[in-house]
């Protein structure tokens, strides 16, 4: 049985995933990147990540040309930061960087100076599927922001989770209620 492709991604759209920017290029004039959700945590030994990157992305032969990468995950401001990198503004490749405060990681990749959490990664293995790449990156350098509220993509919008007063006890576990605030 086949699933259709306008069903998989209505259903995908109902999954919050966190917004990242996947960034390469040691050289001014030579940079780029792209926004994500499709970034997370592999192992803390050593410690990695995964990002499927598609690829047509501009990124995709970059990162395996510069053997290393960044990503950079997204707070409540940067919801245009995410959108510029989406590729929405019109705005391509190096240009992107002209927007928001960038460092260079160990690795020479683009480092967001205040991201939530920035990952400067090494790519250690490539897994490669129909459409796009899975890289995984071995971590070299990392930054993060404690009190930075996460950006979220959630339903075709950026939102932000907000804590509430409220909290229920989850037997050892507190868990806080949350609502959700639209960028759209």
Known sequence: ????????????????????????????????????TSACSLSDSPPSLIVCVNRNASAHARIREEGAFAINFLHEDHAMLALTFSGQKGVNGDDRFAFGQWTRGVTGAPLLTDAAAAFDCVLAQEFETKTHSIFVGEVRGVSHADAAKPLVYLRGHFHTPHEMRETVALGDLDARHLSWTDFS
């Open 1 to 36: 049985m086949s699933v259709d492709a306008k069903d998989f991604k209505q259903a995908m759209r109902q999954c919050a995933g966190a917004v990242a920017l996947v960034t390469v290029g040691a050289e001014h004039g030579r940079r780029t990147g792209l926004t994500v």
